[in-house]
């Protein structure tokens, strides 16, 4: 005890002193990562407690990032969201976690609902929301660039000797479909930057939103009493048929990807042995008649909710598989084995196909069906898993922002007092009309590259922000009589029905995409 008291340390412990020694310990645990090699230093020689020979205090820990004040820093963010993928989930580190394939997929649909879930109104996103979008699924999409296969290449070496070698590249679907679904994401946020300083439609605020429709939690759409004027009402309609070409590309890259995943076979072991079983009566007797006509087929369908076009889309799924079973079984002896011929069983299947085609193309906002479900669930594809979500996640973005803008049409149409029908007959006449056909990836990618750039309402007007270089060449004598007459051109108004440019867009200077291919 002596040999404790001339070493300089007191057996008075007052209130004073224990608060001196704890605000210090505070003051240390709230600092930064940058500053750790300061939080391993002794806490001072006055009344404090001696330091561990590695210089760590005897009492306490670090807290860790969630417990410290202020926002994150995005290294730490990066840092949790890995963790979360390693773990597969399972904080609890027991390894009883998902895999590594449905841990991404939960990621990348999870970003976008917290991104995108509260983004109800036709208006360009947050510049810290964007900027933390294009961050976070950029770290996730990074996963993708490890993931090679090897390839056959040609090495030459010194002496002039050419040898064929195996070297590793990018996998080949992941080197087509993720800058596709890069390019599809940017032209969706562009799109949405077009409708920043539109004046013709508004919304109403939180308290005097009363929806009273099947959409009831979402802004309701003002437009002047009189409508929409007819250049922004052609704007409105070029931009959703923009957005649909975005659509129907992640639509039919989801589909393939969905196509290439392997069928779980906890699904196959839950379906009945027969097709018939699981159509039942009515609809298989539709689908294997002699003459079949799809969109007669859909139209004598009840499809009046969102419930039984899903269940709809789980019974033809279900048998198109049950079918596809059945013709790759040769064991006549298995219970898969069919009676019906093959070339039947191939017509039927088609058939069904169709109807799943149509239905996707009609009802793009469905839920995922049981089959989707269960390949999303058991899928161990990592590369697969990333093409899928993020598809899915830019559909369900697109979708959304037509809606938008069909609240927005449907409220012009109100404001006209157009009947339900008229206002379809009049987004009938505006829109090509095209055969339904079953989407390409390839295909739809081409006609996006080959579409014009987004355009705003002044852009799609032909008003062009171009005046100083009009004036600098008129200077420079170099004007020539169409630059002269830009120059005199004033800045269009956006009060309705006075817009001098609706002669220029009903002369075929504008076409939209449907109608150029």
Known sequence: MVRFLR???????????????QQQYLDRSDSSASDAEEMHEPLGNGGGTPP???????????????????????????????AKLLLGEDMSGTGKGVSSALALSNAITNLAASVFGEHRKLEPMAPDTKERWKREVGWLLSVTDHIVEFVPTRQTSENGTTMEIMSTAQRRDLQMNIPALRKLDAMLIGYMDNFVDQSEFWYEKGGDNKRDDDKWWMPTVKVPSEGLSDVTRKWLQYQKECVNQVLKAAMAINAQVLVEMEIPEIYIESLPKKGKTSLGDAIYRSITEETFDPLEFLEGMDLSTEHKVLDLKNRIEASTVIWKRKMQTKDTKSSWSSIISFEKREQFEERAETILHLLKLQFPGTPQSQLDISKIQYNRDVGYAILESYSRVLESLAYSVMSRIEDVLSADAAAQNLTATEAAARRLLAEADAPARKLDAKEELEKLNEAPASMTLFDFMGWHFDQDELMKRKEDGTLDADGEAKLLKKAPSLVPKKFSYVDSLSSGGMRSPSARH
Not at 7 to 21: E, F, Y
Not at 61 to 73: C, E, I, T, W
Request: without cysteine; positive net charge; proline residues 9%.
């Open 7 to 21: 070493r300089g340390h007191s057996l008075d412990k007052t209130g004073s002193q224990n608060n001196r020694h």
């Open 52 to 82: 561990l020979p590695n210089g760590r205090a005897a009492a306490g820990a670090p807290r860790s990032r969630l417990a410290r004040d202020g926002p994150p820093s995005e290294l730490d963010v990066m840092k949790e969201k890995f």
